[in-house]
């Protein structure tokens, strides 16, 4: 069956991304999270903060998911740069490529990378901004493979009820 990569933002969308993004935080987060870390991440608050999230932002961000058939296999969200930045106007950021943790490899994580380029382009950015988790080795692999390089800036974020550190990759946009 073939992948396609659809806009989202319905009701039953955010649902999806919100199950998702539990499980896949659970898969990629399991070595570097406690247990007890680990099963705060459960997919109702994951439902309710992107239920939130997306309210709040659906004007000025990019849902996208990857679909085999009505299985959602991936997600991204994109969106611009906030003066946290401290970044040229013409940067957006992207906020999550998330893939079922059955799905890595297939292609899904690469088809969302390719979407969001796409559509960083469409929207006239120059660069865009990521960050990952410092010791997610898998995932920095993957954005470097994608032209994304490390641009010195580190934070930390909250994954549940941890605050992990994260670094920000950059890329610029064709």
């Known amino acids: 069956m073939t992948l396609t990569i659809r806009r989202g933002g319905t009701p039953e969308d955010v649902a999806a991304i919100g199950e998702l993004h539990a499980l896949s935080r659970r898969s990629a987060y399991r070595e570097l999270l406690t247990a007890q870390e680990l099963a705060g991440i459960t997919v109702a608050d994951q439902q309710g ?42 940067t957006g950021v992207l906020n999550a490529i998330h893939v079922r943790p059955d799905a890595i490899g297939s292609g899904v994580g690469l088809a969302l990378m390719n979407t969001c380029l796409a559509e960083f382009a469409a929207l006239g950015c120059r660069q865009a901004l990521l960050y990952v988790v410092s010791d997610n080795t898998r995932a920095r692999r993957f954005y470097e493979r994608g032209g994304w390089a490390a641009d010195g800036v580190t934070r930390t974020t909250p994954i549940g009820s941890a605050t992990v550190p994260v670094v920000r990759y950059a890329r610029p946009i064709p």
């Open 49 to 90: 903060e992107w239920a939130r999230r997306y309210a709040a932002e659906a004007d000025t961000h990019r849902l996208h998911l990857a679909e085999r058939g009505s299985t959602v296999l991936g997600f991204s969200y994109l969106g611009p740069a906030g003066a946290e930045e401290q970044a040229p106007a013409d």
